[in-house]
Each structure stands twice: as C-alpha cells, then as structure tokens.
C-alpha cells in the first residue's frame, strides 16, 4: 500500500500507534516510534530506540522531537533534534506540531509548569489516544505534586481508551497518591488483567515476593536484614549488572533500599554493595535526569567518601535551579535544602543538615523531587533520626507522635518512638513503644 499523500508534504503520511498522522515515508521510522512508546509506556530499557526513528527519517518532525525529549537530561546532545524538528515543522501534521509545541515547551529554560501542562491538557484534548503524551504529561504532574491534575488528565481521555493497554496503570498511579487506596487497586487490578505490563513504575516487586516466598523456610533464624539482603542481590543488582543501558528507575529502588537501610542501622551489612554502587553513579550521564534520584546519590556519595564528586552533583543542581524561572526557584526551595541536607547527612554532620532543613520539616512538602508519598517517607525517617542523634529528643517525640497516627503499623516507627521515649525519661511510654514494635515486628519485617 502506498503512503497516505497530504498536500504540502513532500513524503507522505502514515499512521502511528495511536491512529494519529505522522508526515513521513518511512515504515522503520514508524515502527522506531511505535517501539518507542511502548518502551516509555513499560518503562522499559531499550528507550534510546528513538533515536534510531530520526535515522530512518533525518526530517521527521515526530521522531526528532520525541529524540529531544528522550536527552533531554543532555541539552546539548538533545539541542540538534529540537533543531532539526523545529526546520521542518511546516512540513509537520496537526498533530506532530501540538506534541512538538507541548515537548519544546517542556524542555526550555525557565518553563512555567502550569503552562507546560496546560500546553498537554490542550494536546490531549485533541488526541486523546496518545497515551505517550499521557505519561509524560502525568510525570509533570508528579513533580508538580498535583496527583488531581493527574487523575483529571487520565478520567478525561479514558473514555476514549476503555479496555486499552497501560491506561489503567495510569489511573492507578494519582489514586493512589490521592489516598483512594481501593480505587487504584480496583484500576491496577483491571490494567493487569488486560496486560501483565500494565504498572506506573517498573520494578521487580513480584519477583522479589515469589522469591522471598520460595527461600522463606530457611530464613526462620534469619534476621530481616538477611532476607533484604537476598532480595538486593538476586533482584535489584541483577538488573544492575545486565549489559544495557540501567533505567533510572532501577538505581532509585537500589538508593532508596540502601538508605532505609542505613537509617536502620544496619548498613555494616550492605557497605560494600554501597561501594560499588556508588562507583557506578560517579557517571554523570545518571546525574540531572529525576530531582529524586540526584538527592539519593548526593547522599550515596558522601556517605561513600567520594565527596568531590557529590559536591560537583550539588553545585551543578544549584546551577541548574538558579537559572530556572523565579516561581521554578520558589517551588523547588525545599528540594534544593533537601539535597543539601542529604549531602551533609551522607558526611555524617547531623547536626548542620538539621540546621538546613529547619524545625518545621515535613518530607511530604518536597514531592516537587518527583517522588510518591512512600518514597519521600524514608525522609521524614532520616529526620527523625537526626533530631534523636543531635539531643534534641523531646522535638523528635512530639513530631513521631503525631505521625505514628497514621503509620501505626510501622515497627520502624515505634521503636524511633521507643529510643525518643527512653531519651526524655519516659520510661512506661517507651516499654508500651516497645511491645508495640515487638508484636508488628512478629508479625513482619520492617
């Protein structure tokens, strides 16, 4: 079959996989693109597929902007593709200049995040099946830390993708931020029962359970520790080690499992994967990608005594932001004392990461980093830790209080709960702490 023709359009137009016009000739460039959203829909490793699009097709407008995008942690290697997309955009269908418009904004210097969603709302008004542009736009709504512009986003194109692929993992996502707990394992169930693909972050959660399941009988005297252990190496490592390129998202479920760890006390047991994993993320092609995953480094490195590397991850972050919008710069306030303050931690001054953070801390005020409810959790754990650790006992026991609320199922919880209690002299309060850390603990591993 011959390509579609359109008028003013030198080559001819062919449909991508949502059914949307793309001004090219080229059969490999569409099916580069097409394996490019599904890369990016399953968070998968092969991403940089796209830009074998643009070498199937030098002027695709599509291909080069979604090229852009994909180095968009690398300006200058992202820069030839915004270039090369923008040269042709008149040659551009309807849709490829909205996703152009929507992406180049995105990627500019000083953007405004409320416009670069507007600018997404409008595309996908337009193009409700681009599921693609979906995930993106979602993404901007996570660091925004607006789960509600998420959840709009996803009911307002799900009419049009009933029963599709990767959608309801996407509606599972801002539910769950939302605190909607039954929903979004209602929406994650149905996605899963129509694609085994189909969750927002790509982890090896299962795997790790079945394992843990099969090797659970001789972990009996065990301590937890041991069977994290366990999961660490034949898991998480072992996606490490593979020869491709490493999805950022598996370094931050590595990180961010290392320093639960040690806020446990129990890195002695995990110090040389720490090594090596820090070794790795001396790589700046890792650094400036996620907010989220450069504060876990800040904190990898310094606590492995690479500190000239993490002081360079740290300016270069502060260089980043100060050339960011004056609203950008006010939003990411608390981001950039956080990375601070993780730094300081990681060299073991307490006491002056403290002073950073200030005595009104609540790590659920830093979702700006890009991270979810449980991810910026194991914040609130590190600062409640260093107020334990710097004398200032009865602030950390009024805080923990408050919170052991809502996470009374935490063993974690109530035995920092039990170490502020014995550390003000409460002695009855910390035995009740105590039993209760005892029974959760029983019952599961922190």
Request: charged share 30%.
């Amino acid at each position: 079959m011959r390509p579609l023709k359109k008028k003013g359009m030198e080559g001819g137009v062919k449909l991508d996989r949502w059914g949307y016009q793309v001004n090219t000739s080229s059969d490999d460039c569409i099916a580069s693109i097409n394996s490019y959203y599904l890369q990016v829909l399953s968070y998968g490793r092969e991403r940089r597929v796209i830009l074998e699009a643009t070498l199937h097709d030098k002027d695709c407008v599509l291909a080069n902007i979604l090229a852009a995008h994909f180095l968009s942690a690398h300006p200058s290697r992202a820069s030839p593709y915004i270039q090369a997309a923008q040269s042709r955009l008149d040659q551009a269908t309807s849709y490829e200049k909205a996703v152009f418009h929507a992406v180049s904004y995105l990627m500019s210097e000083g953007r405004d995040d409320d416009v670069a969603f507007d600018l997404h709302d409008k595309l996908l008004r337009e193009y409700p099946k681009d599921l693609a542009s979906l995930k993106r736009a979602q993404i901007l709504c996570f660091y925004m830390g607006r789960a509600d512009l998420s959840l709009k986003l996803i009911e307002q194109v799900l009419p049009q993708n009933e029963g599709g692929d990767y959608v309801y993992g996407m509606l599972a996502f801002p539910l769950l931020e939302l605190g909607r707990m039954a929903d979004a394992e209602q929406a994650a169930r149905k996605g899963l029962e129509i694609n085994k693909q189909d969750y927002w972050y790509q982890c090896r959660f299962k795997e790790a359970v079945r394992f843990m399941e099969e090797c659970s009988v001789s972990w009996t005297s065990c301590s937890s520790f041991i069977r994290i252990l366990e999961v660490y190496d034949h898991h998480i490592w072992k996606e490490l080690e593979r020869d491709d390129a490493t999805p950022v998202e598996v370094y931050l479920n590595a990180l961010g499992l290392l320093l639960r760890v040690y806020v446990r006390d129990e890195l002695d047991t995990f110090e040389d994967r720490l090594q090596v994993l820090a070794s790795r993320l001396t790589d700046q092609d890792n650094w400036f990608v996620d907010w989220h995953i450069d504060i876990l480094i800040l904190w990898a490195l310094a606590k492995a005594g690479l500190t000239s590397k993490a002081e360079e991850l740290l300016e270069g972050l502060k260089s980043r932001l100060a050339s960011a919008s004056k609203k950008k710069q006010q939003i990411m306030h608390r981001g950039i004392l956080l990375a601070e303050a993780l730094y300081e931690y990681g060299r073991g001054n307490e006491k002056r990461a403290v002073e950073l953070l200030g005595p009104d801390f609540d790590a659920y005020d830093c979702k700006m980093i890009g991270a979810s409810d449980e991810q910026v959790d194991v914040f609130n754990e590190v600062w409640y830790c260093m107020l334990l650790n710097t004398g200032q006992a009865r602030d950390a026991v009024e805080v923990m209080e408050k919170r052991i609320k809502k996470r009374e199922g935490s063993p974690f919880m109530w035995r920092l709960l039990e170490k502020g209690y014995v550390k003000t002299g409460r002695l009855e309060e910390a035995k009740v702490a105590a039993e209760k850390a005892s029974a959760l603990e029983s019952s599961h591993f922190v």
